[in-house]
Every structure is written in C-alpha cells, then in structure tokens.
C-alpha cells in the first residue's frame, strides 16, 4: 500500500520545530510495521491548531488522494490533520471519495469508505476541537490574570529581555535605546534595523530587522515597563523599564504621525522647509524651496510666494545659532526633565484615571449606573489619558539633542547629521522660526529679520 506522511506542529520557542521530527520518526515506524511504501511526505510548520492560515501541505495531501497516489495517510493523532468542522467534512469526503485509510500513530485506522469510519472521524475530530477550544479559553483567562497581575506577556521572547521577561540583556537593551535616540533625532526605522543588522543582532526567530520588525519592538509598551493587554496599556509592569516612560511616548507620538513617510525621505532636502513660517501671512504658512532665474536656492512662503530668502544664508545663521546654544556649559539643562511636567505624577494620574475607567465598567455591567452615564466617564477619562500621552511624549522630546550636547566638538558633531536628523534638533529648540519679510533689495542678511521662538517660550 502507497502511504503519504503528513506532519502539522506548532514552532517550539527554540523555533526549530523538533516535534515535525519526532512525528516522522514514529509515522516511518507504524508504515514499516505495517509494509507500507512511503511515496510522499507532507508538512505544515508554525500552524496554529485553531487558526485559519493557508496549509499548502494539508493541500498536497489532498490532492494526493485525488490523485489516486496514494492509498493510505498517516499522521500522529488526527487533531494534527483538522483543526476545523470545514477540514474535517473536506477529509472525510476526499479520503471516501479515493478509499484511502486514515492510520493514526496515537490511535487506530480509520476507513472512510464505511459509515462507522466516518462516523468515528467525525466524533474524533469534534473532540479535539473542543479541547481546543477549552484550552484557549483557559489561555485567555490566565492572560487576564497575568495582565491585571503586571506580570510580562507569554509567547516569544521580547527583544531586549530574557525569555522569562524580568531581567534585561543588556547588550540588545543598549541597542533599543539607541534606536529610540535615532528616531527622536529624526533618523528612519530603516536606519535604526541597519544599525542591528550590523552590529550582528537577529530578532528573536534569527530572522534579521527591517523596518517593519523594528517599528514592532519601539512601539511596543513592555520597552517602558507598561503591561498591555488586549491593545491597551492597563497599568505598569514587574520588569525593569529600557527607557523613561516619556521617551517611549515621544518615540511613539513620532512613529504615529500620519504625515511620517514610510520610506527615506527625498524630498526634504533643507533645513527649514515646512518648518520655517512666512512672517507676513497671519496663519503662519509655512515656506517651501524654489530657485531664482539664476538658479539661488531661496525659502518662499507656499501660499503668496511674496517673501523669498536666500536658503543657504538663513540656514547657515540657524545653524550658527544651534551650534551656539549647544555649546555653551549650561546645555545639560535642555536634557534635565521639564520643570513643567512632574512624570511621576503624571504616570500616578494615568494609573488612576485607569482604574476609574475599569470600576465605571463594572458599575455598568452590576446595573448600577446607565449606559449614558459610562459614555461620558469614559469619554471624560480618555480625552485626559490622551491630554497625558502627549505631555509625556513632549517631555521625552529632549533625547533627540543628547548626542549633540555630550559631544566634545558640538560643531563636529552637528556636521556629522544627516538632513533629517537636524531638523529633527531644529523641531525640538523652536516652537517658531518666522521669516520676516524685509524692504525690496535689501542685500545684506540682517539676523533680526528672522524671529526665533525657543522651545517653551512660546
């Protein structure tokens, strides 16, 4: 008899789907045992057992049997060939359709070509759904409790921490805060997987970054020591933080932003474009690049076009007055926490503007207020949570200009920027840079004609 193996496991942590192995070694066994040719082996890897993704090997093993070549399928239990009512109906018929026999390692033959074959099939098949679904509701309660317990997800290892979650590997970690200094600089997710790649770290499956498996780990809350569940942050976590709360939010205020472009920026290529405001329009337009007929780069207001300036001249002042501020021996203090804003007791507020949000649903859900009256708590408690979000990404604003204050040669290091990364400093130490408009052929630059608003003094 023609016998095709077919093999259906879940990748264990170590990722290197051992258990597909064990399978076949005890499959071979029960085909030798019985005298059966081995003429196909068929497998899916990394399949949930309840989920719905495509199994090209579930497929094969099918078509074999419409084929015609084979006679018999083996499989360790037949939970490892359905994992639904709609893959059970389409074995069932496909195996009776061929007359094939269904041989189980963990288990005994089943012939579909008679009722009680099918009917034994059946029962099987809804058994072990069903101790599926027990065991996931089991899985979703326990997350439940290991959530509202602040204790680390389960599944794979998280960059950055031990498989447990509770202790930090400190090598990945540096490299985590690092990328959240690279975004906050205005460098790319591109950039930030670059730098892994290089400095030969793999994500947790060994797979290298990209910008996709590095947005995944900076958007991620367990990286400020705050337990998500379920999409939503509800409360802080047992684990050591990699980086301050606000940095977190403020990488992510960054990373969310609607207007951020998924891929290198070519169009920005100066330093004050879209950033620069036009002095004579009441709404404060913002200027765009154009050249002279002579071919002078020039800033010019997007609206009227009526206020034009030579480029290089502003942007070297602006550069100039950077590089300045940055040198001078009280630069720290842009990088101290702001005065302004007590994160500590911003975090306490948000803990318990939480839990607020959870007791007004448990009222509802007792019948003790209405419907109505949770809206507007809830409404009330988002918009202060949302309030709290952004001061905390504006606190953690400062990390984009640590490099720049720390470096020995300021000037050096501001010329080592990319375009991006220095408007990046330029955003963080102006809330304003307006380009006042100045008397027709006027030649030389008059810095008193560029209005600078420094960052909180707006």
């Known amino acids: 008899m023609r016998a095709a193996i077919y093999t259906r496991v879940s990748l264990d942590r170590t990722g290197e789907g051992a258990a597909v192995s064990r399978q076949l070694d005890d499959a071979r066994d029960l085909a030798a045992l019985r005298g059966w040719s081995v003429v196909a082996e068929r497998s899916d890897n990394d399949t949930s057992a309840s989920g719905k993704a495509h199994r090209p090997g579930f497929e094969a093993l099918l078509a074999d049997m419409q084929a015609g070549t084979v006679d018999a399928v083996i499989a360790w239990n037949l939970d490892r060939l ?154 802080p976590g047992s684990w050591p933080a990699l980086v301050p709360e606000q940095t977190f939010r403020a990488a992510l205020h960054v990373l969310s932003d609607p207007a951020r472009s998924t891929v290198a920026d070519r169009s920005v290529k100066f330093l004050l474009t879209s950033i620069a405001e036009c002095g004579r329009c009441d709404d404060g337009s913002k200027v765009a690049t154009a050249r002279t007929s002579r071919g002078k780069r020039t800033y010019k207001c997007k609206e009227r076009s009526d206020v034009a300036r030579d480029a290089k001249t502003l942007d070297r002042f602006i550069e100039a007055v950077v590089v300045a501020r940055l040198s001078r021996p009280d630069a720290a203090v842009l990088l101290a926490p702001d005065a302004r804003h007590d994160v500590s007791s911003l975090r306490d507020e948000a803990g318990a503007l939480r839990a607020r949000r959870d007791e007004a649903a448990a009222l509802f859900a007792s019948g003790t207020i209405r419907a109505s009256q949770l809206t507007t708590i809830t409404r009330e408690i988002e918009a202060r949570l949302g309030e709290i979000s952004a001061t905390l990404a504006d606190a953690g604003r400062e990390d984009a200009l640590a490099g720049l204050v720390s470096a020995d040669d300021v000037r050096g290091a501001w010329d080592a920027l990319d375009i991006s990364r220095r408007r990046a400093v330029v955003k963080v130490l102006f809330d304003r840079v307006v380009i006042e408009p100045v008397a027709k052929g006027t030649k030389r630059f008059d810095p008193a004609s560029v209005r600078l608003v420094w960052h909180g003094e707006g």
């Open 82 to 235: 359905t994992r639904n009512r709609r893959d059970t109906v389409r074995l069932i018929e496909t195996a009776q359709s061929a007359a094939a026999t269904v041989a189980l390692v963990r288990g005994s033959d089943l012939d579909m070509t008679t009722p009680s074959g099918r009917l034994v099939a059946d029962l099987l098949a809804s058994v072990a759904r069903a101790e599926i679904e027990t065991k996931g509701d089991r899985q979703r309660r326990a997350n439940d409790q290991r959530a509202a317990a602040g204790k680390p997800p389960s599944g794979p290892r998280a960059f950055g921490y031990t498989v447990d979650g509770l202790d930090v590997v400190e090598d990945e970690a540096a490299l985590v805060r690092e990328g959240y200094s690279t975004i906050l600089a205005g460098g790319s997710l591109r950039s930030v997987a670059r730098a892994w790649n290089a400095a030969g770290a793999t994500t947790s499956r060994g797979n290298p970054w990209d910008a996709t498996t590095t947005r995944r780990v900076l958007t991620n809350p367990r990286n400020a020591a705050l337990r998500s569940h379920r999409g939503e942050i509800v409360g």
